[in-house]
């Protein structure tokens, strides 16, 4: 079966600390009669739709966003890995596959809730709790067709649900601003569904389930990618403006339990009984870990460097094996635990998007503000950069080290297209992932990228 078509409604008892438990059995796939027939259906298949975004962003999608670049390696010898880190991929990539599988099961999540929650006469669904979870089900569809879109380029846009191996045949690939189109249109009809719930007091902040903010965030990368500096400045600007986010200090503040800090916009919130396991790839065996990814030579240098690192080298540890020294990731720390998030977007994002639209519209005190906001958090001095090639520059090297274990390095060189310069990729064709083997044998219309 055609692997982006997959029904399912999976489902997570322990998706994030702010909501109840819920006592729901699994599923793969759920019948037309039984998908989401009341309230407590609508609640459950939402979770589901965020426990398939916990799936993709837990490791395979950071691993496509960081270890095709240069601030990551692969220490192992599983091929699949060594395809990414020398971005000689095959179209039978199992973490390419999976990647794109899970994207296309939130995607159909959300498509059946986008559905069935308008329709549902249940009594005691009231019009909030409709309307959140029908704005969030819109932001996690935006959220899947953005990280496709930047990763194969134009994607086959499934609007509806899938319930066989027939109804998602047919539909050809959109174009790359067609997604993007796709994306922006998700996300008009979110925002204004969503709650305000990202502002001050804390004591109201949520920040493992979408909201307005969220909204606004994504809309704000969106514009980026997309070169429309001005609405890329003006969605940033309602984010950083407003007063329940700031930069925590220091640098992996945001990081360290309790989570859902004062600066993140979104993120995913994981337990002991449903882990992240990032931390499993980057530790070491000593620490109960793999050892699978490790921070490049030319990283490491970088980020211990007092003039460029500051404060950030938090993002490295050390430790003696046998006579030697071993450097590891550390941003995932909490091995014991294994409840660190994934950070989808956080405010530095947003002011270092700010600061290279301003650029871009040659407003260098603008742009100059804002990434020194970010420097300064880190311990640096202030950028000091006087022409709108510098300040590009300097924003792109400090998106290098602030996200640098993030799904973001890779993603940036394409989209400024300076893979070439920088990794020394000349054939475009590998800035696209490849779409995946067995959903190209399945359906004819689907069209493979170029050079695979």
């Not at 460029?308 to 430790?319: E, K």
């Amino acid at each position: 079966m055609n692997n982006r078509i997959i029904p399912f409604l999976t489902l997570s008892t322990l998706l994030v600390a702010a909501c109840d438990v819920l006592d729901v059995e699994p599923a793969q796939q759920v019948a037309d009669n039984q998908a989401i027939t009341n309230a407590a259906g609508a609640q459950a298949a939402i979770l589901g739709t965020y426990s398939q975004v916990q799936e993709y962003y837990q490791l395979n999608y950071p691993v496509l966003g960081y270890l095709p670049a240069d601030n990551v390696i692969f220490n192992g010898t599983l091929s699949q890995y060594l395809q990414v880190d020398q971005n000689a991929y095959t179209p039978n990539n199992d973490i390419v596959t999976a990647t794109w599988t899970q994207l296309y099961q939130v995607i159909n999540s959300a498509n059946n809730l986008i559905e069935g929650v308008p329709v549902l006469t249940d009594p005691t669904f009231t019009a909030d709790a409709r309307n959140r979870i029908l704005g969030e089900a819109y932001l996690l569809r935006a959220l899947a067709y953005f990280d496709l879109g930047r990763g194969w380029g134009g994607v086959p846009l499934v609007l509806k649900p899938t319930r066989s191996a027939q109804d998602g045949q047919g539909i050809r690939r959109s174009t790359l601003d067609q997604t993007y189109d796709q994306v922006l249109g998700d996300l008009d009809l979110a925002e204004p569904l969503l709650p305000e719930v990202n502002v001050a007091p804390a004591t109201t902040q949520l920040r493992n389930r979408a909201a307005k903010n969220a909204a606004r965030a994504l809309r704000a990368r969106l514009h980026l990618y997309r070169r429309q500096w001005a609405e890329a400045e003006g969605n940033a600007t309602r984010v950083i403006g407003n007063n329940g986010y700031e930069l925590v200090s220091p640098y992996r503040a945001f990081s360290t339990a309790p989570f859902g800090s004062r600066e993140s916009v979104f993120e995913l919130s994981f337990t002991n009984a449903d882990p992240n396991n990032q931390w499993n790839n980057w530790f070491p065996s000593a620490l109960g870990g793999q050892f699978t990814l490790q921070p490049s030579p030319g990283f490491v240098t970088l980020v211990n460097n007092p003039a460029t690192g500051g404060n950030r080298n938090a993002l490295v540890a050390t430790i003696a094996i046998g006579g030697t020294t071993a450097t590891y990731g550390n941003l995932y720390a909490r091995s014991r635990e294994r409840d660190d998030p994934a950070y989808l977007i956080r405010l530095a994002e947003l002011y270092l998007i700010r600061a290279e639209a301003r650029a871009q519209q040659n407003n260098l005190a603008g742009a100059l503000a804002d990434l020194n906001a970010v420097r300064k958090r880190a311990g640096l001095a202030e950028a000091t950069a006087a022409t709108p090639e510098a300040v590009q520059l300097a924003i792109e090297n400090e998106r290098r080290i602030e996200f640098a274990f993030e799904a973001h390095r890779w993603f940036d060189l394409v989209r400024t297209e300076r893979a070439d310069d920088v990794l020394g990729i000349t054939d475009r064709n590998k800035w696209l992932f490849p779409i995946p083997f067995v959903d190209i044998g399945a359906d004819p219309d689907l069209e493979q990228n170029p050079g695979y």
